[in-house]
């Protein structure tokens, strides 16, 4: 399988469900809509996470909170 779509918009990735276009992780406050064209299933299981790091040009001036 490949990555067809990547989509930030939760209206947006709710819609592509609705319209058979693929599947979508969202929050569970999206849950309480009611529609007779989407399923939601909770996820009980921890989802595998990874950690990330910033990339950015050397000698780039970075703020102190950016620095962290």
Partial sequence: ?????VVKSLKAQIEMVRKGVGVALV???VC??????VSYYLLKQEL??????AVYRKNQYLSTPVKG
Avoid: F, I, M, Q
């Avoid at 309480?32 to 064209?37: A, V």
């Avoid at 595998?48 to 790091?53: D, L």
């Fill in 1 to 5: 399988a490949r990555t067809a779509a």
């Fill in 27 to 29: 929050p569970t406050g």
């Fill in 48 to 53: 595998p996470s990874r950690k990330v790091v």
């Fill in 32 to 37: 309480r809509e009611e529609d007779d064209k």
